[in-house]
């Protein structure tokens, strides 16, 4: 803030902005800082396409977090610096989907999620020490497409080291844009692109710094038995598998 205060409470109802990329927009309920515990905290936060029709490119994201909060020594300076230290970043309880740009010709592949889109022409970077998403429901839509491909329910997940900028979402040393991570989800679904086959996995657990992938059950079968399109397909695979371990 351009004056000098030992402490600060600031408190924004009803904010709306438009983000740089002019494809999203940012609506919050409310939103409060307070300086003497270094702290931001958000109700109701809304990042979505301004509008639902729109046609780019680009990834399309809309994420709706009924409370975020943020944790840093360096709130004070978050609007008048274009780079942003973040000790602990929450997302409580959030719904995420990300619609995939026309660049994407098939599938929905995580390593074309680049979350610097939204920011570039603001910030340099943004780099979060520990970032939480607690109880999340997420899906991914391919290009194109209103069917989800992908389908993330109750997704757990601590990333370390998570960093915002032009390359780390591609960095190799990097997974999902955190140096390390921990998830785990109740249950993972992919509908498989010949529109016949899903994979379910049940109860996933990875953990980076242990490099260990566990789960439930697995199974891969063709989703709908009466579905008209399992004539197009040459083989049909119903397989199903207890639990596996990774290590």
């Not at 491909?149 to 990097?174: E, G, H, M, V």
């Not at 953990?207 to 989703?223: A, L, Q």
């Amino acid at each position: 803030f351009p004056f000098d205060v030992s402490d600060i409470s600031l408190k924004i109802e009803n904010l709306q902005e438009n983000l740089a990329d002019q494809v999203h927009i940012i609506t919050v309920d409310e939103l409060s800082l307070s300086l003497i515990h270094s702290k931001i905290k958000a109700k109701n936060f809304l990042l979505k396409p301004y509008s639902d029709s729109l046609k780019t490119k680009e990834n399309q994201y809309h994420i709706l977090v009924p409370e975020i909060e943020i944790s840093s020594p360096h709130v004070e300076n978050f609007y008048l610096s274009d780079t942003i230290p973040i000790d602990e970043l929450t997302f409580n309880s959030p719904s995420i989907q990300i619609k995939f740009g026309n660049k994407v010709k098939t599938g929905t592949p995580i390593n074309e999620i680049n979350l610097y889109k939204l920011i570039e022409k603001n910030l340099s970077w943004i780099n979060i020490k520990q970032f939480s998403i607690r109880n999340a429901e997420v899906k991914f839509f391919p290009t194109n497409s209103d069917s989800v491909a992908q389908y993330f329910q109750n997704l757990n997940i601590d990333f370390s080291q998570f960093r915002i900028d032009p390359t780390s979402y591609r960095d190799k040393d990097r997974i999902l844009s955190a140096r390390d991570l921990a998830i785990s989800i109740d249950k993972f679904t992919l509908n498989h692109t010949d529109k016949v086959h899903q994979l379910v996995i049940n109860n996933l657990e990875a953990d980076s710094k242990n490099k260990k992938v566990t789960t439930g059950t697995i199974t891969f079968r063709p989703v709908n038995p009466s579905n008209k399109l399992i004539k197009t397909v040459n083989t049909l695979v119903d397989v199903e598998c207890k639990s596996t371990t990774f290590n």
